[in-house]
């Protein structure tokens, strides 16, 4: 969760329309009857349709760790189809039973649990996202923690913010730029602001999603110490030569938005040019993370 993608909401209906043009229609009638019976009911469930559109709209990538995940082409179960608010039950977070949150204090209110979800978001397609198993079913669950009061018959997420959700939902702009609250240091996800709303955010955010742990910041580490390499041949490479060209297109592809754990890339590549000896200390540490 921490970079933002761009889309109108008028471009994503037209993407779903394209994509299954009865979708919406079907989507509305399930609505409809789940108004109706006040709570989700399930049934033969439909929005696995549309995961072909959020996979391109996200690059491939998981919208909370930005991993980069296979099988575009089959809508492998990579992707997982991710309800941003739980459509069936809510459970309080942070559970106390999982052990990597053992010893963490939340900085605010997370909200309470309840026995009814956000059924009637359940078929909302501003309500969805791709994400991987590891933050979709190991880690997001059905726990969605909030600082306000449970707006639980919204129909639309864009007039939700009243809950004041502490998860930030990376689609369109119904909710803010996840940079403008989560920066990197090197490999390591921190709060942009050190007290706060938005700090309060950034901290459940980064514990929630455990984008520090190891199985990430390893990853990125090797990614960063990479560039590193490439960042420093281009500032020897003379500016007009094949190789800077070269040099330059690497730096470019390791930080465009569909590249994996760009957000990372793209703030070590703006420290390299604002603070190069900075940029060489966390370079370093992060080559200690790999054999």
């Known amino acids: 969760m921490v970079i933002n993608y761009g889309v109108t909401r008028a471009?994503?209906?037209?993407r779903i329309n394209a994509t299954n043009k009865t979708w919406i229609k079907r989507a509305k009638e399930r609505t409809v009857a789940y108004a109706r019976s006040r709570k989700f009911t399930g049934g033969t469930e439909f929005w696995g349709q549309i995961k072909r559109v959020y996979i391109d709209l996200q690059y491939e990538k998981c919208a909370y760790c930005e991993t980069k995940l296979p099988g575009k082409v089959l809508s492998s179960k990579a992707h997982e189809v991710e309800h941003f608010r739980p459509k069936g039950r809510i459970r309080r977070w942070p559970n106390p039973n999982l052990l990597y949150l053992k010893g963490f204090r939340s900085p605010c209110p997370t909200g309470n649990e309840s026995a009814s979800g956000y059924y009637l978001l359940a078929y909302?397609?501003?309500?969805?996202?791709i994400a991987c198993t590891r933050c979709n079913s190991t880690l997001k669950s059905d726990y969605f923690p909030i600082r306000g009061r449970r707006l639980l018959s919204g129909r639309d997420p864009s007039r939700m913010r009243a809950e004041d959700a502490l998860l930030i939902y990376p689609i369109?702009?119904?909710d803010v730029d996840p940079t403008d609250v989560i920066v990197f240091?090197?490999?390591l996800a921190v709060p942009r602001r050190q007290s706060g709303s938005d700090f309060e955010r950034a901290i459940v955010t980064i514990e929630f999603f455990q984008l520090n742990h190891e199985d990430l910041t390893t990853r990125r580490a090797r990614q960063l110490h990479s560039l590193f390499l490439i960042l420093e041949s281009r500032r020897a490479a003379l500016n007009e030569s094949r190789q800077a060209k070269q040099l330059d297109?690497?730096?470019a592809v390791a930080s465009r938005p569909d590249a994996q754990f760009s957000a990372c890339m793209t703030a070590f590549v703006a420290l390299h040019k604002s603070d190069r000896a900075k940029a060489t200390m966390l370079a370093n540490e992060a080559r200690k993370l790999f054999p």
Do not use: C, T
């Open 249 to 251: 297109d690497g730096i």
């Open 185 to 187: 240091d090197g490999v």
């Open 172 to 174: 369109s702009d119904i």
């Open 124 to 129: 909302h397609p501003f309500n969805y996202a």
């Open 11 to 14: 471009e994503l209906i037209h």
